[in-house]
């Protein structure tokens, strides 16, 4: 068997070494004290853990912030669904607002412009519109308790906006230029050429059974002629009714037309006159 190794004993000198150090500490740790400083084992120890400490800190006020945003999901849920219906309210009486205004401007105009001779002019406002390609018509709020009946005539400041076609106490339908029946004497307020408009359910009507030698150009200003086709009221002469957009000429069937951009915005319409045929 091999002999067993002789301990390793301490080094004598470590001993008062290290109780000098210990006694070092201890005295540089109460001279701080007194001083109102920090002893140099805890500076040293403060530095150490400090970026350790941040790095802590940091992921607590995460986590807390994180937690702060779930636990007021659903106050600030609710807040923004009365901020939106705020806003929609505020839109609401914008739109209110600016619809008055217009048909403040609208009623001021139509007082203020030439009534239609020949009859009782009567005011109304449009409360329902049927406007599609099947159906160009609008209903106002005036009826025969008012006096109103078929084929009296419609019109406002822009021009001539129809004639009645149906009755009630107190409404009645009437029947746009542009609606697919609508049939109007008409005439270039220029030259005179007579024609007769033509609704088609569109936009825009068509002026024909012109003069194929007449004087027709775009830009020109459409009248009534005082004249109707076979049926309807027979409207005063030089009510507007639009302008020219387009003149087209077949030379083979010697045949004439124009495309007429009607003077009333009809899908914008609100105060109007209904000039009442005298009993």
Same mark, same amino acid.
């Given at each position: &068997? ?7 004993? &301490?080094? !004598? !000198? @470590? ?22 400083? @920090?002893?140099?084992?805890? $500076?040293?120890?403060?530095? /150490? ?5 941040? /790095? ?6 995460? #986590? ?20 939106? /219906? ?17 048909? %403040? ?7 203020? @412009?030439? +009534?239609?001779?020949?009859? +009782?002019?009567?005011? $109304?406002?449009?409360? #329902? ?27 406002? $400041?822009q021009g001539l906006v129809g004639q009645v076609t149906q009755v009630s106490p107190f409404t009645c339908t009437v029947t746009l230029p542009i609606d697919r029946e609508g049939s109007v004497g008409a005439m270039i307020s220029r ?10 359910? %569109? &936009?825009? $009507? +068509? ?5 194929? /030698? ?51 915005? #009809? ?5 109007? !006159? ?6």
């Amino acid at each position: &068997l091999a002999p067993p190794k002789p301990r390793r004993r &301490l080094a !004598w !000198w @470590m001993i008062p070494v290290t109780i000098f150090a210990l006694f070092s500490l201890v005295f540089l740790q109460n001279l701080a004290a007194t001083r109102g400083k @920090m002893a140099p084992t805890d $500076a040293v120890a403060t530095t /150490a853990l400090s970026p350790v400490q941040r /790095a802590f800190r940091a992921t607590g006020d995460y #986590f807390s912030d994180v937690a702060r945003v779930i636990f007021r999901r659903d106050d600030l849920a609710a807040q923004n669904a009365r901020l939106q /219906a705020q806003v929609a309210d505020l839109q609401g009486q914008n739109q209110r607002l600016l619809r008055y205004r217009r048909e %403040n401007e609208e009623l001021r105009t139509l007082l203020q @412009m030439p +009534k239609i001779p020949g009859g +009782k002019n009567i005011p $109304a406002e449009v409360i #329902f519109s049927n406007t599609t390609d099947l159906a160009r018509r609008i209903v106002l709020n005036a009826g025969s308790s008012a006096g109103v009946a078929p084929k009296d005539i419609v019109y406002s $400041a822009q021009g001539l906006v129809g004639q009645v076609t149906q009755v009630s106490p107190f409404t009645c339908t009437v029947t746009l230029p542009i609606d697919r029946e609508g049939s109007v004497g008409a005439m270039i307020s220029r030259s005179g050429a007579r024609g007769v408009l033509l609704g088609n359910g %569109n &936009l825009v $009507a +068509k002026l024909s059974y012109l003069d194929f /030698a007449a004087d027709v150009r775009e830009g020109d200003l459409v009248v009534t002629s005082g004249l109707s086709r076979e049926r309807g009221a027979i409207f005063p002469r030089g009510i507007v009714l639009g302008t020219v957009l387009k003149v087209e000429k077949d030379a083979i069937s010697s045949r004439q037309e124009a495309f007429v951009q009607p003077s009333v915005d #009809f899908q914008k319409l609100g105060a109007v !006159w209904i000039r009442v045929a005298q009993s």
